[in-house]
């Protein structure tokens, strides 16, 4: 039996094609993902990420606990802030990627992906075990509801959405006042929801958390609001290819638990002067040392059936390496990737290939992010 | 509601057929490019290709998914459409007619009899 988030009812309604994602049963697209995604990158585009999990992690001892078990600096974060980080094992292997928020003093609400649930909180609690401070942890999940609100128009009608200014500790005025990466505490009809500014597709825009009841209404109220200014609902189909567009890392393609965030790219997020931390022997070494596999990003060169997970990368006649993410980019109309070769091929203008159903196809090395605004 | 045009013949796998004397057209049916949606990729076989009835012989991609194309007769390819694969959004826009894939000479008339009609074709779609 598939789980459903509480807005299943209005994807029903909607339209929405459901499928299977990480045990629920979620929207892939309403209407075309191609449509959904044009409309996030020109307007504006809500999603149900309901499914996604939350842990909230407290007392004197959390904010040791948490630079120990995630790779990125916790202690940056002022009251109403929230960082992007890793959660590794002692091999430096990605057990997940999140977003970790620190509303106010001593306490931390962790945002996770919905595939890996079950996976972190057996870590975080194994690990809880071993500590030694101060902590509560509580595995929140199914207390929340969520959805994303995306697209350059989001800023023009949210504030209307979610009127007035924050009630938590951490004070704005209004929505819009967020900065990027900064959550505060909102009251809407009587509940009160999460607002972070923070997002999975490259566009400016809105995370926000509150109980199914909540959510159910925000989304509805959302939609109406929203639709003379271009917002559509939008499905997973849209959030791959919006997230591919920016190359941000899908969880179990970009990254796994034999991936390390150096690997992947990502060690602005390691922070190894810190002190002790899981993973941080191997990354260190990683980071002076180099890397064997590199994740690289490419574009096709010539009109091609769309690179996709699995394809083998090619060079000079000879496979080196592996698609983890790809697509045709509805923004660009071409094929786009991400996959892992060996250092050596990773410099941005290599030529490369892709093997699309046993034809060697054109690409090329791209830097980082593929798709940028001008 | 998918259109299903009464010239047509249909096979499971929603291919169409539109027979003239010896030779027909194929072609995806409306039901299909509505499931596939976007389609942003054709591969077409290539002219003087025999084909098995039932053989998979082309491909269209959409954005989420690749898609094999089984020929619903047996035959030579004599003619393809190259503005499905210069254009792949008609096969969205006119899948019945503009958005045909190939042109197949028929080298056992027999089979055509053995594809759906459009009403049981409508019933297996659900229409």
């Known amino acids: 039996m598939l789980k459903r988030t509480s807005l299943y009812t209005a994807h029903q309604k909607l339209g929405g094609k459901l499928i299977e994602f990480g045990g629920w049963e979620m929207p892939v697209q309403y209407t075309s993902i191609t449509d959904e995604h044009l409309a996030v990158r020109n307007a504006a585009g809500i999603f149900d990420i309901s499914h996604m999990g939350e842990v909230t992690v407290s007392g004197a001892g959390a904010e040791a606990f948490l630079n120990f078990v995630l790779t990125n600096d916790i202690r940056k974060l002022a009251s109403g802030e929230g960082q992007y980080t890793l959660m590794c094992n002692e091999r430096g292997g990605v057990i997940d990627d999140l977003y970790a928020y620190r509303p106010s003093v001593g306490v931390y609400f962790l945002i996770i992906n919905a595939s890996r649930i079950e996976a972190d909180v057996a870590w975080l609690q194994a690990q809880a075990a071993k500590f030694s401070g101060e902590l509560k942890l509580t595995d929140a999940s199914h207390h929340y509801g969520a959805v994303a609100v995306q697209g350059p128009r989001v800023k023009e009608f949210i504030n209307l959405v979610i009127p007035g200014s924050s009630s938590s500790v951490f004070k704005v005025n209004a929505v819009t006042d967020l900065k990027k990466n900064q959550i505060a505490g909102f009251n809407f009809e009587n509940h009160s929801l999460f607002v972070s500014r923070t997002g999975y597709t490259g566009e400016d825009g809105f995370e926000i958390l509150g109980s199914e009841e909540s959510i159910q209404h925000l989304w509805d109220k959302m939609i109406s609001v929203g639709q003379p200014f271009g917002l559509k609902p939008a499905g997973l189909g849209a959030r791959d290819t919006l997230r591919t567009e920016v190359c941000y890392p899908l969880y179990g393609h970009e990254l796994d638990e034999n991936t390390t965030p150096i690997e992947a790219g990502l060690g602005f997020f390691v922070a190894l002067d810190k002190g002790e931390f899981n993973g941080r022997a191997v990354l260190a070494e990683q980071k002076a040392n180099g890397v064997t596999k590199k994740l690289v990003a490419f574009k096709m060169t010539d009109k091609s059936a769309p690179p996709r997970p699995h394809y083998a990368i090619w060079s000079n006649g000879v496979p080196v390496g592996e698609v983890v993410s790809g697509t045709q980019s509805p923004s660009l109309g071409i094929g786009i990737g991400i996959g892992y070769v060996p250092a050596e091929f990773a410099k941005a203008d290599t030529k490369i290939e892709i093997e699309i159903r046993g034809n060697r196809c054109a690409a090329v090395v791209v830097k980082k992010p593929i798709f940028q605004k001008a | ?127």
């Not at chain 2, 990729?41 to 002219?47: G, W």
């Not at chain 2, 503009?98 to 028929?106: P, T, V």
């Open chain 2, 1 to 127: 509601m998918s259109n299903v045009p009464s010239d047509l013949k249909y096979a499971k796998s929603h291919e169409w057929l539109r027979v003239s004397g010896d030779t027909a057209t194929v072609g995806i049916t409306d039901h299909a490019q509505a499931e596939l949606t976007d389609i942003v990729f054709v591969e077409l076989p290539a002219v003087g290709r025999k084909v098995k009835a039932g053989e998979a012989c082309a491909v269209v991609e959409s954005v989420k998914t690749a898609s094999d194309i089984y020929s619903p007769v047996s035959g030579e390819i004599i003619a393809v459409n190259s503005a499905t694969v210069d254009s792949p959004a008609l096969v969205n826009t006119a899948p019945d007619t503009d958005g045909w894939f190939y042109k197949i000479k028929l080298s056992n008339a027999a089979e055509v009899a053995a594809l759906l009609s459009p009403e049981n074709y409508k019933k297996q779609i659900g229409g």
